[in-house]
C-alpha cells in the first residue's frame, strides 16, 4: 500500500499528514490550532485532570486544553502544529485505498 501524494501549486510533490492525535497533557489551551484550523477540527474544553504543581495552574481560572473534534474534516494543511507553542500535535499521512 502506497500513501496518497500530490503536486504543489508550483508542482512540487507534497504528502499531506493528517491529524492522528493531540497530546492534552502537553496541550496548555492557548487555542491558537482552534483559531487556525479552517475545518474545525479541535475544541476547546475544560480540563478535568489538573495538576496544581503546573506553571499555568490558578485555581481561579478554568484550565482548558484542546481536543480533537472531527479528525475526518482534517485536510493535512499542517497549520495546527505551526503554531502550536507545546508541539502537542501528532500525524499520519493516509494508505490509499488497495
Known amino acids: 500500500m502506497s500513501t496518497i501524494k500530490g503536486l504543489t501549486r508550483g508542482g512540487e ?49 478554568m484550565m482548558m486544553t484542546m481536543v480533537i473534534e472531527d479528525e475526518l474534516d482534517c485536510i493535512g494543511c499542517g497549520s495546527c502544529a505551526k503554531v502550536c507553542p507545546k508541539n502537542c500535535h501528532s500525524f499520519e499521512p493516509v494508505v490509499a485505498p488497495a
Open 13 to 61: 510533490s507534497w504528502e499531506p499528514s493528517f491529524i492522528k492525535a493531540l497530546d492534552s497533557d502537553s496541550c496548555i489551551g492557548c487555542g491558537r490550532c482552534y483559531k487556525v484550523c479552517s475545518r474545525d477540527v479541535f475544541n476547546l474544553v475544560e480540563k478535568e485532570d489538573i495538576d496544581e504543581d503546573d506553571d499555568y495552574y490558578d485555581e481561579d481560572e
